[in-house]
């Protein structure tokens, strides 16, 4: 038994405090810790995309806002959220362990949703409205997601051992699922009811789906492998990079930050060099961002000013949404169990960056589509149909699975050990970025198909300057991971249980 094998002791020690205390658990009690992870992960999106899906009709209808300010605060607050993930990894990585820090986070989503419901039923009982309040509860609610994502995918991967990386691709690929899964549930429901009921009944939904996420996600913490903090990893990260910048450079050094090992441990200055490599594919992610986040605010708007009759329903603007997941769910095993497999049979395997590249492909034909789809809208005197819209829904989710799910697992398997967590959450600031820069494009007085064909010129050179830095990129081999046996030419979803 798992006493005999490991220790009464131990054993102890992790039942005493499940979120801090690390052991060596069995391979069975990982694999039931990540498959709670997962069932926390479709939970914890219902939650997050369910408000996503419907937010700019939110403040459109219900604060009266304008389409475009709609989208601005939409945007606005994705970049909130991702910009936040920062703070987690720093949080997670130097001081309280991404167990703790998921735990806590989640207790804050809670409280933002509660603070949402507060200011809803003050509305509807005393006609008394408290917009402070409300904007209080969505900034809790939105922060606190970005803080726990990037323990989300961390403590995801902690879960298995160098050797187990077959399991762990496995995984990865089932948590970008369960995105999508959460997602589909969540914008189908809450739209309809969104649009059928008044907002309090969806936002109550949603609270309640915060409160279950606490106890799904603590009750079997003890089954979760886990990782004591370090130091401050961005301190350090910084630090180095600042003495790299401003010690005198000897003319032996081969590189830059060379020099930092006169003051820091070689070691450490050799993880900011695996790091900064890494950043340097990120540093182009925040365009396709930009382009991506529209779904949930131009794109909206977009549909919109459609003909969403559908015989006798008339389709919520909102709920286009929702094509984004239910594509995405196809596409998934389609393109892991089909796509990638047949190009590796045929001798051109599909590398991370090689994919990623393709996603930018993928990306430009989407706003080609969207400008094509704009001009039609704005020289045809009766509403197109909602179905013009699908096309570049499909193309985007093209793009999404094919930049995102691989850069997830990228993130992971190139970052340093003691790195992860940053490394993540830097992954994900290239996402507030690119919120940012979605929200401001909202706010320019621009024909929108001028805008997307700009977008797409813009993509098309940045996907030129990717390839480059791309060709120049040497995979991490010395991390904690064996990356040798990573496949990077595929994810692949499990056809049985693996135990």
Not at 167 to 181: A, E, G, P
Not at 484 to 496: F, M
Request: proline share 4%.
């Amino acid at each position: 038994g798992i006493n005999a094998e490991y220790g009464e002791e131990r054993i102890m020690k992790v039942e005493e405090d499940p979120l801090l205390t690390t052991s060596e658990l069995p391979l069975t009690y990982r694999l039931t810790g990540a498959r709670v992870l997962l069932i926390t992960n479709v939970a914890v999106n219902f939650s997050f995309q369910g408000f996503n899906a419907i937010s700019s009709t939110f403040y459109n209808d219900y604060m009266n806002f304008s389409q475009n300010l709609s989208s601005f605060f939409t945007n606005f607050f994705f970049f909130l959220c991702y910009g936040s993930a920062l703070i987690g990894g720093v949080i997670a990585d130097s001081f309280i362990g991404h167990v703790k820090n998921q735990f806590y986070g989640f207790i804050a989503i809670f409280v933002g949703m509660s603070l949402v419901i507060i200011s809803m039923l003050i509305k509807s009982t005393l006609h008394y409205t408290t917009t402070w309040l409300l904007f209080i509860g969505i900034l809790f609610f939105t922060i606190a997601n970005g803080i726990v994502k990037p323990s989300s995918t961390t403590l995801l991967g902690d879960q298995f051992l160098p050797h187990e990386s077959a399991q762990r691709s496995v995984y990865f690929s089932w948590y970008y699922f369960t995105i999508q899964l959460g997602a589909v549930g969540s914008s189908i429901a809450i739209s309809i009811l969104f649009q059928q009921f008044k907002p309090l009944l969806p936002f109550a939904i949603l609270w309640g789906f915060t409160g279950i996420i606490i106890p799904l996600y603590y009750a079997p913490s003890s089954y979760y492998k886990k990782k004591l903090p370090g130091s401050n990893v961005l301190v350090s990260f910084l630090k180095i990079l600042w003495a790299g910048m401003t010690l005198p450079r000897d003319p032996k050094e081969e590189h830059w930050l060379d020099k930092a090992c006169s003051v820091y441990e070689p070691s450490k200055v050799n993880d900011t060099k695996v790091a900064l490599r890494t950043l340097t594919i990120f540093s182009v992610l925040p365009l396709f961002w930009a382009v991506y986040f529209q779904i949930y605010s131009l794109w909206v708007f977009m549909a919109k000013n459609m003909d969403r009759k559908i015989g006798k329903f008339t389709l919520p603007a909102s709920q286009v949404t929702v094509l984004n997941p239910i594509i995405d769910l196809f596409l998934i095993p389609f393109l892991s169990k089909a796509i990638y497999p047949a190009f590796e049979k045929c001798g051109l395997p599909l590398s991370p960056l090689k994919r990623m590249t393709g996603g930018f492909i993928f990306c430009a034909a989407a706003l080609v589509i969207s400008a094509l789809v704009e001009l039609k809208m704005e020289h045809t005197h009766k509403q197109i149909s909602i179905f013009w819209i699908i096309p570049q829904f499909v193309l985007i989710s093209f793009a999404e699975i094919l930049l995102s799910v691989t850069a997830y697992e990228f993130a992971y398997t190139q970052a340093p050990k003691n790195m992860k967590g940053m490394l993540s959450a830097l992954f994900l600031l290239t996402v507030a970025v690119g919120n940012m820069i979605t929200a401001l494009l909202a706010l320019i007085k621009l024909k929108k198909y001028i805008l997307y064909f700009i977008l797409a010129g813009i993509t098309c050179a940045v996907m030129i300057i990717f390839i480059f830095i791309a060709r120049n990129y040497s995979y991490t081999e010395d991390t904690d991971e064996d990356l040798n046996a990573v496949s990077y030419t595929h994810l692949t979803l499990p056809t049985k249980r693996i135990v």
